[in-house]
């Protein structure tokens, strides 16, 4: 069975600093992996997703992801936070169902403020 | 190009009663899935649908039932509510194909008292 371990419930940072936010996932199968953020009182967006290829992922906004095989992680990175990214943010994985789309497995999030 | 809709918004129950949930996917695709995300929890799979029927199901009673509608949007029905049935229930919509993103709803936020 697939599962995801978000290791910090909650990560306070300032504004302009750097942060990571861990997620380990353990699975017998090949797995692909993402993250999402939710804020508040929304539904999830995706934030990045590793399937194949190179082993780190961006997104659009600055934040990047790198996936690790042989430490079953993919902790998520910003070098810089803004106020604006204050949000909680999930990791989950899927495996390959028969060649069509896998349901999400998803850790329990791990919550990022960002302060002045 | 509106993106998954879900409603209604909000639902108040009663122990026992029965609710329907309704999800209109993203336009163009075919497969929609549900999610359980109590408080302070990740969200949980109840089941996927696609050409109208139950694809895939996660650790669900069968109080938990659903359709998929020709024009793919689809119901989350649960019967005989509990009080820890009291969450927020995502719809997610996505091209049936391996690796294409799931777009999630806002969501419906249930209350059972």
């Known amino acids: 069975a697939q599962s995801v371990t978000q290791l910090d419930s909650q990560v306070p940072v300032f504004e302009e600093a750097p942060v990571e936010l861990r997620c380990n996932y353990s699975?017998?199968?090949?797995?692909?992996l993402f993250w999402y953020v939710q804020y508040p009182n929304q539904g999830l967006q995706l934030l990045l997703k590793?399937?194949?290829?190179?082993?780190l992922v961006e997104s659009i906004n600055g934040f990047e992801a790198e996936f690790n095989k042989s430490q079953t992680s993919f902790h998520l990175r910003k070098p810089s936070v803004h106020i604006s990214d204050t949000a909680e943010y999930f990791c989950?994985?899927?495996?390959?169902?028969?060649?069509?789309?896998?349901?999400?497995?998803f850790g329990k999030g791990t919550k990022l403020s960002v302060k002045p | 190009d509106a993106g998954v809709t879900q409603s209604p918004t909000h639902l108040i129950k009663t122990r026992g009663q029965q609710v329907t949930l309704r999800c209109s996917p993203k336009?163009?695709?075919?497969?929609v899935s549900w999610y359980q995300q109590a408080l302070g929890q990740g969200p949980q799979f109840i089941f996927q649908?696609?050409?109208?029927?139950?694809?895939q199901r996660g650790n669900f009673p069968d109080r938990f039932s659903g359709h998929q509608f020709p024009n793919y949007s689809s119901e989350l029905n649960v019967n005989a509510l509990l009080l820890g049935d009291s969450a927020l229930y995502l719809c997610?919509?996505?091209?049936?194909?391996?690796?294409?993103?799931?777009?999630f709803g806002p969501g419906t936020r249930l209350l059972v008292l």
């Open positions: 997610a919509s996505s091209l049936t194909g391996f690796g294409e993103t799931q777009y």
């Open positions: 699975s017998s199968v090949s797995v692909y």
């Open positions: 590793y399937l194949s290829g190179s082993t």
């Open positions: 989950a994985v899927t495996s390959n169902y028969g060649g069509s789309q896998g349901n999400l497995i």
């Open positions: 336009s163009g695709h075919d497969t």
């Open positions: 649908y696609y050409e109208e029927e139950e694809r």
